[in-house]
């Protein structure tokens, strides 16, 4: 008896051992609760459009902050029952629940691990993973104190909010967002289950790294969710039977990636790294709908040319091993090297005839081409086929389905596209497309992109006439020039079509892109003044030469540059500053930088109004009857007014136009400069994805008539300065030997 007596007393001076090991010696060294009593989580850095679509997204952790309140039931149901489901019971320590899970262990039933959510709050903000006894202690101690000085809403608000559930998602409402592109509040039952089931093991029950697993998990969630009552017989079952499509990555709620890496590069710039941490969120001027129908048409459009001139063969070629999981392990890594590019997907043929090709995906689905799926490709599918371009077993291809669930071959283009669009009278971004892909090549053509605008450059020339006496009546002489040794005029200028016409109006010149009258019109007026005429719409003398090839677009312009330009045209004569944000807030909302959006007024006026109203007449007629016309019969509007532009040897194809208050550019070119074709012009380059990007931009948008300004006057068939009524000005250019010269009028 007295051994027993011994033995008692010695368990008692161990246990109180270590409670004032416990107390004496770790207590002093715990943490400070500030991490969870003032909870601060890395939220990313968010971007949005003016509508509050989400267009970016920036930080190491995915994470979206969600207040307990607003936590759907289902997820918490699914989240307790799993791991705490005596959460609101215990002290922070689950004897009970622990004495279960030893019992459920024993019998090999459904269990759930002996912490609490509350130990693993103290765990995952303060300790290590390690299993030691000191670490055990530190987390019953601080398990303790986080039930001491928070609720237990506030203790599994933080849990639901910090837990790490993979591919780099924290919380619960950034893994919905990343394995089904959701919102936290839509997921549904069987879901939720299955975001629950991750924390147990974020590498293994990951539904990207190991679906099955997941799944395997998923229903194990579902299974004690059923037992704990918090779900009926019906909906386990259909939550086990429902189709769960994961997307493995953020899919944003528009395309517009250039732009958010433009507001990224501010907002570091400004907040530095606290950016991709802190919650800022950036609205942008963007309008969904104008930017999702930009994105379209620029893809749409780039693809239409890259069709037009033929299949260049396979992307890669790799041999297929005979060994069945040999044979899927070089798939896997092949294909990784050729990422997807939205919707054209890479492929390894397995089989190849002239009538079918059967080919895998990333996915490990197996798709068929056949019929008219193979029409692009066909010349890679037949016998003779060049050793490049022949498609077989092995060949890396791209795909592409269509509406009714149909494949067929396609690739990637070579050729660039890029597209912006501002409101005319206060400069505000509505849409802009640097590329075909961002992910590609995330060099930006509309503000980086320096490149020859072509005849989009003639109405700058033409509006620098109306200040010396021109008019859109004005008569020239459309013949060709001969080749000279002037100093200023060392080649011979041709018209695109190699048509000449005689005595033209400039009003017919402009509209039809007549290049020797262009030529003309800047030698009458020189090239000095239309050097200093170009400063007034935001373009710098440095960057177009100082010759009479600067009437025909040989210097250099972005679209951003160009679209302000041509916005001087469409508000009557005003200067506006491309603005793309409007608001800046921190992650509660309180607003850390607000940039006004302010109309323009006569501070900002560049041109006369009797100059922008003249030109905008001469820019209207190039879209009703010049080489524009395609735009107004398509959109059915008579208020667009712009210009299209073609390169020497269709190096770059160009519009440039508005209408109501909407100015935009589109442009087509190769990253390294190379002829677009012989057949190829800025009305079939650019013009098309302008008319696809317009069409939205300017729905439910009343037509512009335009009044016009005092001092002009409609004299001879065609508008006017009043001053160069009578006999004044330059009636005709270059129908007798010499050319008259330029009259100026009398001071006024």
Known sequence: MKWLLGLGALAGTAVLGVAGYTFLVLAPGLPDLDAVTDYRPK??????????????????????????????????????????ARFYEHNGVDFIGAGRAVLADLRGGFHQGASTITMQVARN????????VNRKLKELLLTSRIESALSKDQILELYMNQIYLGQRSHGFAGAARTYFNKSLKDVTLAEAAMLAGIPKNPVR?????????????????LKLMLTRGVITENQYDQAVHEKITVTGKQIFDSRADYVAEMVRQKVVEEYKEQAYTSGIRVYTTLLKAD????????????????????????????????????RDDAIDDVLKKHPSSDTLLAAVVTEASPRKVI???????????????????????????????????GAVIRVIRDSKNRWSITQLPEVEGAYVALNADDGTVRALVGGFDFNRKKFNHVTSGWRQPGSSMKPFIYSAALEKGFSPATQINDVQLSQTTDEVLKWDPRNDDGKYEGPVSMRYALAHSKNVVSVRILQAI????????????????????????????????TPMQLAGAYAVFANGGY????QLITKITDAKGQVLKSVPVTKVDESARVIDARNAFITDSMLREVTRSGTAASASSKLGRADLAGKTGTTSDAVDGWFAGYAANVVAVAWMGYDDPKSLGGREFGATLALPIWIDSMR????GKPQIVRAAPEGVSNAEGDWMYQEWLNGGGVRQLGLEEAPPAVVTPPAQ
């Not at 979206?64 to 918490?76: G, L, N, S, T, W």
């Not at 903000?125 to 030691?132: A, C, N, R, V, Y």
């Not at 689905?365 to 490709?377: K, M, P, Q, Y």
């Not at 440095?542 to 312009?557: C, E, I, W």
């Open 43 to 84: 939220i990313p850095l968010r971007i949005y459009t003016a509508d509050n679509a989400l267009i970016g997204e920036f930080g190491e952790e995915h994470r979206e902050f969600v207040a307990i309140k607003d936590m759907p039931k289902v997820m918490k149901d699914a989240l307790l029952s799993t791991e705490d």
């Open 291 to 326: 930017q999702d129908a930009a994105y379209e048409a620029v893809r749409k459009n780039v693809m239409a040319y890259d069709q037009r001139h033929g299949y260049r063969g396979p992307e890669a070629f790799i041999q297929l091993p005979s060994d069945s999981e040999e």
């Open 575 to 578: 200067q506006v500053s491309p």
């Open 205 to 221: 029950h990951n539904p990207v790294a190991n679906f099955q697993k997941a799944k395997q998990r998923q229903e194990v969630v």
């Open 125 to 132: 903000f303060f300790l290590s993973q390690e299993k030691t």
């Open 359 to 393: 080919a895998e995906l990333a996915s490990g689905e197996t798709v068929t081409i056949d019929g008219d799926g193979l029409r692009f490709a066909s010349t890679g599918l037949q016998a003779k086929a060049a050793s490049a371009l022949k498609i077989v077993p």
């Open 526 to 557: 020189g090239v000095q003044h239309a050097l200093d005429w170009l400063q007034h719409f935001g373009f710098s003398k440095d960057k177009h030469p100082a010759n009479l090839t600067l009437t025909l677009g040989t210097g250099a312009v």
């Open 696 to 699: 939205a931009a300017l729905a």
